[in-house]
DNA sequence: TGTGTCTGCCC
DNA sequence: ATTCTGC
DNA sequence: GCAGAATGGGCAGACACA
């Protein structure tokens, strides 16, 4: 380990060496050796910021501030002290607002006052804590001393921390592997790893159970950790499939089938409160440090806690949920569930159920749309952690646990053969669910890992099921990173209006595509370049393009779903795309060929 | 007090 | 969320 | 097949500013 104290400069170059390697495990290697001579508490703060963050995902801390701000901060300083810098233009040509930065910062001629890696840290701090009135005039003048204080190397890499454009290549399971590697030098460690990250989510945390450390010291550490209610768990996720054959290759049969909703993914936690302050668990002693105010005193005997899929904490958004909970005769668990929208016996649109997802008014909004919690798994019992268990074991744990009023358990079916799976998959379909979930028997709940254990059968998998159009392109917007290589980041589609002889934007659409097709629908859309918007051309304020384009090629999007839009709604019927992607280009059609507005309203009608 | 812009988080 | 690509 | 990085619609909240 070194004597002195890192500084950002050490930092920005490390970034540097890093962004010019494309192979992972270089740069894991080349990482994990930086990390050794780092102390405990800077390879924490080095942690949080490849990750764009200050403190772990389920911390509120988030910066409030991002590229436009910061485009229009710089244009300002520009022009008041009269350096010859366009700054969004810079941004477009060059794609990331880190490089643009450095440019500003070089043409500044700024250099560097060598601040440590605690002092940027702070810094960065600063801004997340700055709120109120006139808080981005005060988040300017901190990000701008900040960057009167670096160099471009360092005032490029800080930027691109608060944006979470960092684009290493890097998030937190290679991060995981490189604790493997400072550990041991290879990555065996990363299964110990997986499990205690998945617990606890917090890669600051982690690390220092490993920093330091030999082998046998750091697995003990790993393994100490322990489940705790109130503590949120990586949820589980599902992988998709190309064909319903596939899904008993992947989960062996029988499997389970569980309906698929359209909602929130919700954690419920359950505990007493002696029990969380009795454990004194060392995560909350580690995180009372930066006094962020996560393990509030507990005022009642029975807690209650509700997480999302990124474990923010959401137990005040649904007061009816948290109360059915409560009144389970168990005395603690850890169930997973999917929250929507309820109501006069129907579930409600992820539309409404999103409105309940709110800070204010929630009285109000619990009236108008009551939400049930759909409960599919148990991690937690009574004191007993279950996650080792079999999925099935723990389904049939699960239902004997007495539901709430606002909570209810999902039917499980146990399928063995393609016809049933399909039957239940229509009976689901035609309930208006999102499709099934079909999860092998065996197995842990494994948190935060997303394999073909667990597989989700989306009613758009169906070709009859999945909504196609044709789309005529008005337009297109500069990408960022990797696309802006391309000079297309995602091209803007409209529909044919047969009354005006017009074209109407209704989405985007920026996945899809191949590179190769990128380039050719650059090169394409080039050709057709308009000033300004054309004149048979209508559009909603907030889909303006960068680049305007005469309407003349068409391509043919799917999506999951139309969606009602609100605002502006003479345009494309009000309508739009949900999850739009690009499936075929350049459709040998003339551009009145395209989906018409009342095809597309008819479409939406029927659904 | 209302409106517009930006951000972060759901999917 | 969906999709593509490098490893 | 994993991991990461491109990108989507649409919701509420936080501010700035008129």
Redesign the pocket.
């Known amino acids: 380990m070194k004597n002195s104290k890192t500084t950002f400069k050490e930092i920005s170059e490390i970034f540097q060496t890093i962004e010019e390697i ?4 270089e740069i894991t290697e080349i990482l994990a050796s930086f990390y050794r001579e780092l102390t405990s508490e800077e390879g924490e703060i080095l942690s949080y910021l490849i990750l764009g963050r200050v403190a772990p995902f389920f911390v ?1 801390s ?9 485009i ?1 901060l710089l244009e300002k300083y520009a022009k008041a002290k009269d350096i010859d810098i366009r700054v969004q233009q810079e941004r477009d040509r060059l794609g990331d607002i880190g490089d643009t930065v450095k440019l500003f910062s070089e043409k500044c001629g700024f250099v560097s006052k060598g601040a440590s890696l605690f002092e940027a840290y702070d810094t960065l701090w600063g801004i997340v804590k700055t ?7 005060r988040k300017n003048s901190i990000i701008l001393g900040a960057l009167e204080s670096f160099s471009p190397l360092e005032a490029k890499y800080f930027v691109r921390v608060i ?13 995981l592997d490189v604790f493997s590697f400072v550990v041991v030098g290879d990555k065996s460690l990363r299964l110990d790893l997986d499990r205690a990250y998945g617990i606890c989510a917090d890669i600051g945390y982690i690390y220092s159970c490993i920093a330091q450390k030999a082998r046998m010291e750091a697995v003990e550490s790993l393994k100490n950790l322990k489940i705790q209610p109130g503590i949120p768990v990586m949820p589980r996720l599902v ?2 499939v190309g064909s319903f054959e596939e899904t008993f290759e992947r989960t062996g049969s029988p499997a389970l089938v569980q309906p698929k909703f ?4 919700c954690q419920i936690h359950k505990y007493e409160s002696k029990d969380f302050e009795h454990r004194e668990y060392i995560w909350k002693k580690y995180l009372s440090r930066k006094d962020i105010g996560l393990f509030e005193q507990a005022s009642n005997d029975v807690e209650i806690k509700l997480f ?3 474990l ?1 904490d ?1 137990t005040e958004m649904f007061p009816e949920i948290a109360e059915s909970a409560k009144a389970i005769s168990d005395k603690s668990f850890i169930l997973d569930s999917e929250v929507l929208g309820f109501k006069d016996g129907k579930f409600l649109p ?2 409404d159920t ?2 309940r ?5 929630i009285g109000d909004a619990s009236k108008n749309i009551p939400v049930k919690g759909m409960v599919f798994d148990v991690l937690f019992l009574n004191g007993k952690d279950l996650i080792e268990q079999d999925t099935q074991k723990r389904v049939e744990t699960l239902s004997k646990i007495e539901m709430g009023e606002s909570l209810e358990l999902c039917e499980t079916k146990e399928v063995s053969d393609l016809d049933s799976l399909m039957q239940i998959f229509h009976e689901n379909v035609e309930k208006g669910y999102e499709g099934v979930i079909v999860k092998m028997l065996s197995g842990e709940y494994l948190p935060g890992v ?3 254990d667990w597989i ?1 059968l ?1 009613k ?1 998998m169906m070709n009859t099921l999945v909504d196609t159009v044709d789309l005529v392109c008005v337009g297109y ?1 500069y ?6 290589d391309f000079g297309v ?2 091209i803007l589609g409209a529909l044919y209006n047969e009354k005006t002889d017009g074209y109407e934007a209704i ?10 097709q990128l380039r050719s629908i650059k090169g394409q859309l080039e050709t057709k370049i308009e000033e300004g918007q054309p004149q048979n051309v209508l559009c909603p ?1 907030n ?1 303006k393009p960068d680049i305007w384009v005469y309407p003349e090629v068409v391509f043919t999007v ?1 999506a ?1 779903e139309i ?4 605002g502006e709604e003479n345009i494309g019927g009000g ?7 690009l ?1 075929e280009w350049n459709r040998d059609k003339s551009s009145n060929d395209a989906t018409r507005v009342s095809e597309l309203i008819k479409m939406f009608e029927m659904k």
């Open positions: 494309a192979s992972r495990n509120n988030e910066f409030n501030y991002s590229e436009k701000s910061l229009s709120e109120g009135n006139g808080s981005v005039e944006c979470g454009q960092l684009r290493f290549g890097i998030s937190f399971k290679t991060l992988e998709r359209d909602g929130l993914r999302t899929r990124n923010e959401v992820f539309q999103m409105q997802r709110r800070k204010y008014s997303r394999n073909y989700k989306k758009s917007y990408g960022s990173g990797r696309r802006s980041g995602a989405c985007k659409v920026g996945t899809g595509f191949s590179d190769e304020e889909l799917e999951d969606t009602k839009r609100l309508l739009s795309l949900r999850f739009p992607r499936v």
